[in-house]
């Protein structure tokens, strides 16, 4: 019985086998699909802030424009191509050139930057003896924490005030 079976079995799958021989199986790409599109947009009715148009001839290169309105108020327009090779953006107005900074501003920098420096190297040179280390607090410091730990106090006794007279208020109400 087992013999029969793997005997039809196999005969059936030759003649499958022998048909999709025959068959010739292709992969052609399908046509080129060229397109086109367009649109303008704008946060409300006659007013546009925005806009794209793109053209694809269906070989794979595509060629568009897109403009915005930027937070400057200018209009900042984009034509690019993109192809097997990638994305190509190009700004048709570069944005202007940052400000440089002043004499004063360089300076500024400078000592900044040379008293970070100073600083980085002492920290590196002389750690703190253990990692468990708390800067000490000024006077300042110390009186302003105990003035909020007062005001801090005072609120919380105000508001546990406050829940005691509503929780009187909604037992009256119950009882009545």
């Known amino acids: 019985m087992l013999a029969a079976t793997l005997l039809l079995c196999s005969v059936a799958l030759s003649g499958v086998r022998a048909d999709a021989d025959d068959q010739e199986i292709t992969t052609t790409e399908p046509p080129p699909r060229p397109y086109a599109f367009s649109y303008t947009a704008g946060r409300y009715p006659g007013h546009t802030d925005r806009q794209h148009a793109e053209v694809s001839d269906g070989s794979g290169v595509v060629r568009g424009t897109f403009s915005y309105v930027d937070p400057a108020q200018r209009v900042r327009t984009v034509d690019y191509v993109a192809d097997r090779e990638g994305f190509h953006p190009v700004l048709s107005d ?31 040179t002389h750690p703190h003896p253990d990692e468990s280390y708390v800067p000490r607090q000024s006077a300042a410091v110390v009186a302003a924490a105990a003035r909020h730990a007062s005001l801090f106090r005072v609120i919380a006794e105000q508001h546990a005030r406050i829940a005691a007279e509503r929780d009187a208020l909604q037992q009256e109400e119950q009882l009545e």
């Open 94 to 124: 570069p944005l202007p050139a940052l400000p440089q900074d002043s004499e004063a501003v360089a300076a500024a920098k400078d000592r900044h930057l040379s008293l970070y420096a100073r600083i980085a190297e002492d920290h590196a």
